[in-house]
């Protein structure tokens, strides 16, 4: 661990605080973040392995806040959750699991068929955030076939969204 420790002159505006001022006015450190006690480096290092250690892990290898990790790894996961786009599979599997075993707490599973893997995860079971997802990943792909659940909520809305998509019920 290494510590830095860095003096840096601090000025006050000199216009009145009547005008609005009156602000302390620190210099900007090349290297250094400036609303974060670490540097750039320490920072990108955070982004880069809060995937794969915990972040536990990382407060005591850097001598930080738990709290500090976890807040740059969710600003992580979301430019990572803003830039996912997978391609649409040519059949598409559409089913819901509940991790927790609780049906309150189901969410929804859309899943490549035939490479056998997870495509997308959902909040939760409802036909909305379905077709919320769909129109904003695959508005303009048409799948070769869908394979489903029966339920009301997930036909009609793969129906509407992909008309000539052959649909197999998943018992």
Known sequence: RVVLEVRVHRSRCRRSKEKGCGKIIVPQVEGLEPHWSMTSRCREWIRANC????????????????????????????????????????????????????????????????????????????????????????????????TMDMCDHYRDVIRKAYPKAVIVADR
């Open 51 to 146: 995937l794969d250690l915990t972040s536990q892990y990382i407060a005591d290898h850097i001598g930080c806040d738990e709290k500090t990790v976890r807040t740059l790894m969710n600003d992580r996961i979301d430019e990572l959750n803003a830039a996912y786009r997978p391609q649409m599979p040519e059949w598409l599997g559409v089913d819901e699991t509940s991790p927790s075993g609780r049906i309150d707490e189901s969410v929804t599973v859309l899943v490549d068929v035939e490479k056998k893997k997870p495509v997308d995860l959902l909040e939760d079971r409802k036909g909305t955030s379905l077709k919320d997802r769909l129109d904003g990943l695959w508005k303009d792909a048409q799948p070769t076939g869908v």
